[in-house]
């Protein structure tokens, strides 16, 4: 437990941290992976040339040490960042590891300012966050190791299926090399898989939404193909593996079904939001209701830039006629004249009469500036923000 004096303590370098801003998370980051370069097989690394993973860290580091006296206040956040940590299998030894090159990274950019008392409070409450999130994964681990087909660590599956969903999007689905069941999930959850493309030298892991209603036999993902930046030749490496190079029967490696973003069990209206791949965990809780043939009003609304790059287009057309599900999309480079369909962006100003804007559950995943883009819409049209919920791929961001 940390010391009123040590809370003041870590509390008086906040200013520390937010002048510095992600300074200190790119130099923490390369001082880890130079002593630690096999934790390169855990962390995307795309994400690190990116920024967002510092820019995650930076953020998270400060919410702590500003709700020291609170931390029930970031028990969301700590739930999401938990279900992403086990989808990539840490472990406590990595968390004293990140303690260390915390500690270091302070004292190297902050000599003056990093006194012995400081070490030591920091030293403290970084050991309390650490224990928070080893707990809680402890808690999950156990918790999956436990349910019929569940597993705890990686499990060998095997791809049976490789389908053509739009012109960027090919979905692939798994079933365990074992011959056993595997654990249902809650739609809108996603898995961690492992694998080792060829020339690239670490493993890699990402979480993929499932895309489809839970079953005992196996998993599907739907895979956008990422196409590689030139400022970082790590974009794309597994989606295009996974789209080009793994074969029927080929074997990857998944952790368990994870994530905080799920649909809720209730009978209020339910209203999809989504933009180019953020359909997958949409598509999901699309089948898991018209599968249990729900009375719920359903609307799922669909941004994406044309027709061909309109994933699961033919199935949810089928859905709208066979289940009366409410469709709306907008194209943003291409003119159509089939009904509910728009161009240009997302403006849901244009049917909100047909909305149940004050009585529904609202689920967007997109990219972020969409998510916030479409938030903004529906808190302006009087939605009740704790109605909103939302899935970011990669590492966490608050809109």
């Known amino acids: 437990m940390l ?17 510095a801003g ?5 130099h923490f980051y390369n001082r880890m992976f130079t002593h630690n370069p096999e934790l390169q097989d855990t962390f995307n690394m795309s994400n690190q040339a990116s920024g967002r993973q510092q820019f995650a860290l930076f953020s998270a580091i400060a919410a702590y040490a500003k709700h020291l006296e609170n931390p029930s206040v970031l028990a969301s956040m700590v739930e999401r960042i938990a279900n992403k940590h086990t989808s990539l299998h840490i472990q406590p030894a990595q968390y004293d590891i990140v303690g ?3 500690i270091e990274t302070l004292r190297e950019l902050a000599a003056d300012a990093f006194t012995p ?76 898989i492992e694998v080792q493309p060829p020339g690239g030298g670490y493993k890699e892991i990402r979480q993929y939404s499932l895309s489809d209603k839970s079953n005992r036999n196996s998993y599907r993902i739907s895979v956008k193909r990422e196409t590689p930046l030139q400022t970082d030749h790590k974009a794309g490496v597994v989606s295009n593996y996974l789209h080009d ?14 994530g905080d973003f799920y649909l809720k069990t209730n009978d209020k209206p339910v209203v999809l939001i989504s933009a180019g791949v953020g359909l997958t965990p949409m598509q999901s809780m699309l089948e ?11 609307f799922y609304l669909h941004a994406c830039e044309n027709s061909a790059q309109h994933s699961f287009k033919k199935r949810n057309q089928s859905l709208s006629i066979a289940s009366g599900v409410t469709t709306f999309t907008w194209y943003n480079q291409e003119q ?19 909305l149940p804007l004050n009585t ?20 302006q049209l009087g939605v009740n923000k704790n109605n909103i919920h939302y899935e970011v791929f990669g590492p966490h961001e608050d809109l």
């Not at 400081?118 to 650490?130: C, D, F, I, P, S």
């Not at 012109?167 to 798994?174: A, R, Y």
């Not at 190079?245 to 994870?258: H, I, K, Q």
């Not at 898991?288 to 359903?298: G, I, N």
């Open 245 to 258: 190079d793994l074969r029927l029967a080929g074997e990857v490696t998944l952790y368990p079904p994870s």
């Open 117 to 192: 008392d400081v070490e030591a409070a920091w030293a403290a409450a970084y050991g309390q966050l650490a224990g928070v999130f080893i707990n809680r994964e402890e808690a999950i681990y156990n918790q999956n190791a436990q349910v019929n087909g569940g597993w705890r660590g990686g499990r060998q599956f095997r791809l049976i299926e490789k389908r053509i969903e739009s012109e960027l999007v090919k979905s692939l689905v798994l079933e365990p090399c074992d011959g056993g069941d595997v654990m249902g999930y809650l739609p809108g959850q996603y898995i961690g």
């Open 288 to 298: 898991t209701l018209v599968a249990k043939d729900s009375k719920q009003p359903l």
């Open 22 to 26: 992600t300074a200190i998370t790119e």
């Open 336 to 354: 159509s004249t089939l009904a509910n369909t728009f161009n240009g962006y997302m403006d849901l100003a244009k049917i909100q009469n047909q």
């Open 100 to 102: 260390h090159h915390l």
């Open 3 to 19: 010391s009123q004096q040590q809370i003041e303590i870590v509390k008086s370098t906040i200013p520390l941290l937010e002048n």
């Open 360 to 379: 529904a559950d609202f689920y967007i995943c997109g990219p972020v500036s969409f998510m916030q883009f479409a938030k903004q819409q529906l808190i």
